[in-house]
């Protein structure tokens, strides 16, 4: 059973910091892409950057230039990096895994329970 543990959320000022971490037991990071989404009450999740097995990131328009995706494949941990927070940061932090398990294209899902940042203005 693949389970995802997220920390890092919490409360800080706008203008302010704060460094996510997504780990995992084995390879599993490491070896698949990984994203970050969040969700804010009352909208949908949404991804807010990813990172490939290879490297390549991508982010959401609201995240460049403030977000970093990284991954130390040492310690099998994927990080998000957000400075410069807004009040509209604020949401509950998932981390996402999709694991391809055969040939065909079947794959499974795999998310964290999720971690609440909050930016107060």
């Known amino acids: 059973q693949v389970q995802l543990v997220e920390s890092g959320g919490g409360l800080v000022q706008a203008g302010g910091s704060l460094r996510l971490s997504c780990a995992a037991s084995g390879r599993i990071l490491s070896r698949n892409g990984v994203d970050w989404y969040r969700q804010a009450p009352g909208n949908q999740r949404e991804l807010v950057a990813s990172i490939t097995s290879g490297g390549t990131t991508n982010y959401a328009d609201s995240a460049k230039g403030r977000f970093t995706i990284s991954r130390d494949t040492a310690k099998n941990i994927v990080y998000l990096q957000m400075n410069s927070l807004k009040p509209e940061d604020t949401a509950v932090y998932y981390c996402?895994?999709?694991?391809?398990?055969?040939?065909?294209?079947?794959?499974?899902?795999?998310w964290g329970q999720g971690t609440q940042v909050t930016v107060s203005s």
């Open positions: 996402h895994t999709r694991v391809v398990v055969n040939v065909e294209g079947a794959y499974f899902d795999h």
